[in-house]
C-alpha cells in the first residue's frame, strides 16, 4: 500500500513523554489517548482503558467513527513513536491539539507503566 505524502515519517511533530502522560492521568487532566497500533496490539493492552482505536493507515476513515473533543489534547501512540507521527500530524492539520507519544509503547513499559485492557474496541 503507497501511502499520500502526509503519511511519510519525515518530519518533528509535537511529543510527550511517558512520564508527562502518566503524570497528566494521575492528575485527571482531560486528555484522549488515541491509539494508532494495529487491533491486535490494541486488544493486547494499552496505556488508558479509555483510548480509542485508530490505526494509522486506517486513521481518515475511523476518525469519521470516533468522537474527539477539539478542546481536549489527544495523544497518539503507537509501538516505537514511528506510526504515531504521522497521525499526530493528520490531526494538527484538522485542528487538534495533538502530540506523539515519545518512545511510544516500548517506552511507556520501559519506564515501568502497566499496559491496560481496552474498554470498547474503537
Do not use: N
Not at 6 to 35: A, H, M, N, T
Not at 72 to 79: A, D, K, M, N
Not at 105 to 118: D, Q, T
Amino acid at each position: 500500500m503507497k501511502f499520500p505524502l502526509r503519511w511519510r515519517l519525515f518530519g518533528k511533530v509535537p511529543e510527550i513523554s511517558p512520564g508527562e502522560l502518566q503524570r497528566w492521568l494521575q492528575e485527571g487532566r482531560p486528555v484522549q489517548v488515541l491509539d494508532a497500533r494495529t487491533g491486535l496490539e490494541y486488544r493486547q493492552g494499552t496505556v488508558h482503558p479509555e483510548a480509542r482505536h485508530a490505526p494509522v493507515t486506517g486513521m481518515p476513515e475511523v476518525m469519521e467513527q470516533i468522537e474527539l473533543d477539539r478542546q481536549i489534547p489527544v495523544v497518539v501512540l503507537c509501538l516505537s513513536g514511528h506510526r504515531s507521527r504521522p497521525g499526530t500530524r493528520w490531526l494538527r492539520e484538522r485542528g487538534y491539539e495533538a502530540y506523539s507519544l515519545r518512545g511510544g509503547v516500548a517506552a511507556w513499559r520501559l519506564a515501568g507503566y502497566p499496559l491496560l485492557k481496552p474498554k470498547t474496541e474503537r
